[in-house]
């Protein structure tokens, strides 16, 4: 995440100077221009404008429902602002007498829109590590595990005896298609571990490519624990009641002892789906 948003963030500078060159070129030409090639740079930036800002959503979103919608935004907006200021100095009833003049002011016009393209692409975090406390809220909770799931590349388990069909709606739809699912419950009942959710895993096995729900012995599960790659945490209530019950979600122990501990755990128990 962090190296392929840092990379975004330098494209995205890049190409807004591509942008917004045919401005640029005229504001330093060594003679005044035209109204008529300031109205040809302006139509230049505008053909470019909405492959640009779909580069923007790419360096704005974390996840399909997790984006800096805010920053994304008002980068969007950066080049059609600046436009339609120079449509209106161009456009004026009483144009700019002195050409000169009229190039001095497209100039700050394209500089104010870089100054400000670099103000909100601050705003958007290149390196975001999952935040993470104890005695969260309910909502918090919901967002901070979501905050660690996001990040996942390799692999995301869920140790819950209790887990829920909830699980799958609140957590699963921004994992991609090919990150390891292990998901390891009880025998349960109606309502939760195997058999509460055994249908929709049914659906989640076909849509992830190494995709596994697997009954261990309850005798042997008894804390809730995520793994999001090699990191580890520990959850009160189980994930799928995060966003509706008091819970503990924090990091626990990832050392080389405690995945040993989870491995053994998915391999004692029995592949169901």
């Given at each position: 995440?962090?190296?392929?948003?840092?990379?975004?963030?330098?494209?995205?500078?890049?190409?807004?100077?591509?942008?917004?060159?045919?401005?640029?070129?005229?504001?330093?030409?060594?003679?005044?221009?035209?109204?008529?090639?300031?109205?040809?740079?302006?139509?230049?930036?505008?053909?470019?404008?909405?492959?640009?800002?779909?580069?923007?959503?790419?360096?704005?979103?974390?996840?399909?429902?997790?984006?800096?919608?805010?920053?994304?935004?008002?980068?969007?907006?950066?080049?059609?602002?600046?436009?339609?200021?120079?449509?209106?100095?161009?456009?004026?009833p009483?144009?700019?007498?002195?050409?000169?003049?009229?190039?001095?002011?497209?100039?700050?016009?394209?500089?104010?829109a870089?100054?400000?393209?670099?103000?909100?692409?601050?705003?958007?975090?290149?390196?975001?590590?999952?935040?993470v406390?104890?005695?969260?809220?309910?909502?918090t909770?919901?967002?901070?595990?979501?905050?660690?799931?996001?990040?996942?590349k390799?692999r995301?388990?869920?140790?819950?005896?209790?887990?829920?069909?909830?699980?799958f709606?609140?957590?699963?739809?921004?994992?991609?298609?090919?990150?390891?699912?292990?998901?390891?419950?009880?025998?349960?009942?109606?309502?939760?571990?195997?058999?509460?959710?055994?249908?929709?895993?049914?659906?989640?096995?076909?849509?992830?490519?190494?995709?596994?729900?697997?009954?261990?012995?309850?005798?042997?599960?008894?804390?809730?624990n995520?793994?999001?790659?090699?990191?580890?945490?520990?959850?009160?209530?189980?994930?799928d009641?995060?966003?509706?019950?008091?819970?503990?979600?924090?990091?626990?122990?990832?050392?080389?002892?405690?995945?040993?501990?989870?491995?053994?755990?998915?391999?004692?128990?029995?592949?169901?789906?």
């Amino acid at each position: 995440m962090k190296n392929e948003k840092a990379f975004r963030r330098s494209q995205l500078i890049y190409e807004f100077g591509i942008l917004m060159q045919p401005l640029e070129d005229l504001a330093r030409a060594a003679q005044p221009p035209s109204l008529h090639d300031y109205r040809i740079a302006i139509a230049k930036v505008q053909a470019g404008d909405g492959a640009w800002r779909q580069k923007v959503t790419q360096l704005t979103t974390f996840a399909p429902d997790i984006c800096f919608f805010q920053e994304d935004r008002e980068i969007r907006r950066i080049p059609a602002l600046c436009l339609s200021a120079l449509n209106g100095i161009i456009n004026h009833p009483v144009p700019y007498r002195d050409p000169n003049q009229l190039k001095i002011q497209v100039g700050a016009e394209v500089r104010n829109a870089q100054t400000k393209l670099f103000n909100y692409i601050d705003r958007v975090p290149i390196e975001w590590e999952p935040v993470v406390f104890e005695a969260n809220t309910p909502f918090t909770s919901y967002l901070r595990i979501k905050e660690s799931i996001v990040l996942v590349k390799n692999r995301l388990h869920y140790f819950d005896r209790y887990v829920k069909p909830d699980f799958f709606q609140l957590f699963l739809p921004s994992v991609d298609n090919a990150v390891s699912i292990r998901l390891v419950t009880t025998g349960g009942n109606a309502r939760s571990g195997v058999a509460g959710v055994l249908a929709v895993s049914n659906l989640a096995r076909q849509q992830f490519a190494d995709y596994q729900l697997i009954e261990v012995d309850p005798a042997d599960l008894h804390d809730r624990n995520l793994r999001v790659d090699d990191r580890i945490f520990s959850l009160g209530p189980g994930v799928d009641r995060a966003g509706m019950a008091l819970t503990n979600f924090g990091p626990s122990d990832s050392s080389a002892e405690a995945h040993a501990e989870f491995d053994r755990l998915i391999a004692s128990g029995r592949v169901v789906s």
